[in-house]
């Protein structure tokens, strides 16, 4: 079983910074892909960011490009995911998740086998 348990949401003005964080623990994978999901009310759960946890290769959603990056250390079990000049509709609810076995960057939903609980961004404008 893997645990991921993401942290660093909350309220902020339009233009500010987060840093959100999720910690893995539990089963380990010789190799695994990682992501940044988020959903806001009403709407589908979309695509942010990925990683690759050997080789650190990325993507990035085009809505964050230029805004958000991403990260991960390795000895610290733990993806990042550097918010600045933050919108009014990057509120929402940002999820991680895991993709077991994954050697390439996964940015699309269904592949992931493992999630979070997920934090709350909110961007007051």
């Known amino acids: 079983q893997v645990v991921l348990v993401e942290s660093g949401g909350g309220l902020v003005q339009a233009g500010g910074s987060l840093r959100l964080s999720c910690v893995v623990s539990?089963?380990?994978?010789?190799?695994?892909?990682m992501g940044w999901f988020r959903q806001a009310p009403g709407k589908e759960r979309e695509f942010v960011a990925a990683?690759?946890?050997?080789?650190?290769?990325?993507s990035l959603a085009d809505s964050v490009k230029g805004r958000f990056t991403i990260s991960r250390d390795i000895v610290k079990n733990t993806m990042s995911l550097q918010m600045n000049s933050l919108k009014p509709e990057d509120t929402a609810v940002y999820y991680c998740?895991?993709?077991?076995?994954?050697?390439?960057?996964?940015?699309?939903?269904?592949?992931?086998?493992?999630w979070g609980q997920g934090t709350q961004v909110t961007v007051s404008s």
């Open positions: 990683i690759t946890w050997i080789g650190g290769s990325t």
């Open positions: 998740a895991l993709a077991a076995t994954r050697a390439q960057v996964v940015t699309t939903r269904y592949p992931y086998d493992y």
């Open positions: 539990g089963r380990t994978f010789s190799r695994y892909a």
